[in-house]
């Protein structure tokens, strides 16, 4: 909210899946841009030699498949914002250019001694640490400083878990119309707090809109969950740990638990438990 109508630079690190995109659409639609486009531009999507021209447009011969005049996103989002997402990818003759079109403010598009004044705002997002890459060479320090001039990271899921129940009731209610209201059981919820999420935010939506489809009752139960989240929350090494489960549902957990160690085979599994398949 404070910086949101300022026109300087943003840069949003965290891991994937963790809302950065989310972010930058919050910083745009509270500006005083709204009105304007939001252009998200995947830097690590777009193959490197399309890259420069995505970014800057090129004129008609400025190479070889440039049969016509092109403008490019930079242009398309005047009046509006930028997202230059997963930054830290973008090779380093990019950057340069990135760098000359920030400090004069003016697009040049390729093979063209034309300049466009810029009238966008710049967010850029990664899930590296560009301070590493800068430190490793990959990533040209004073493009580093010129984007960040306001930075935020995000935080991961397994380090704000608070927003875990939130975000569940959020994607239920995206589902209602078609399924109907759902509540999450208290075993569910409580595996929805304690697993780690590697994928983030992401990975939480996807399994909420598997567990919609599957969920009978109206109640998302511990049995919806995928096998991940379970073998995981079992298999993993807690000491003290005093989450109790009847012994049915730790029974079902063992059993995906030996199943998932040996990739799914489920004669090698059976013999191992001294079951039948």
């Excluded at 040209?140 to 010129?146: G, M, N, S, V, W």
């Amino acid at each position: 909210e404070k910086i949101a109508d300022s026109n300087g630079k943003v840069l949003i690190e965290g891991e994937t899946g963790s809302g950065k995109e989310l972010i930058s659409k919050a910083i745009h639609l509270s500006s005083g841009r709204k009105d304007g486009p939001f252009i998200p531009v995947n830097c690590a999507a777009i193959p490197e030699g399309l890259l420069e021209s995505e970014l800057f447009g090129h004129v008609m011969g400025a190479f070889t498949d440039a049969k016509s005049d092109k403008s490019g996103l930079l242009s398309e989002a005047q009046g509006g914002t930028v997202l230059l997402d997963e930054i830290g990818e973008m090779p380093q003759l990019t950057q340069g250019k990135l760098l000359r079109t920030l400090q004069d403010g003016m697009i040049k598009p390729l093979g063209s001694n034309r300049h466009i004044p810029l009238d966008a705002r710049i967010i850029s997002a990664t899930n590296r640490d560009l301070k590493e890459e800068v430190a490793a060479g990959r990533f040209r320090e004073d493009l580093f400083y010129r984007l960040n001039t306001f930075r935020i990271e995000v935080p991961p899921l397994r380090e704000r878990r608070e927003d875990i129940p939130l975000l569940i009731e959020e994607f239920l209610e995206l589902h209602k119309k078609e399924r109907g209201p759902l509540s999450v059981s208290t075993e569910a919820m409580r595996l929805f707090l304690d697993y780690h999420w590697p994928g983030n935010v992401r990975e939480l939506e996807n399994v909420i809109e598997r567990c919609v489809y599957l969920a009978e009752g109206g109640v998302i139960r511990l049995n919806d969950l995928p096998g991940e989240m379970r073998v995981a929350e079992f298999s993993k090494d807690t000491p003290g740990s005093d989450w109790i489960e009847p012994l049915e549902e730790m029974y079902n957990l063992y059993i995906a638990y030996v199943l998932n160690k040996f990739g799914g085979n489920k004669k090698i599994a059976a013999d191992a438990l001294g079951i039948n398949r």
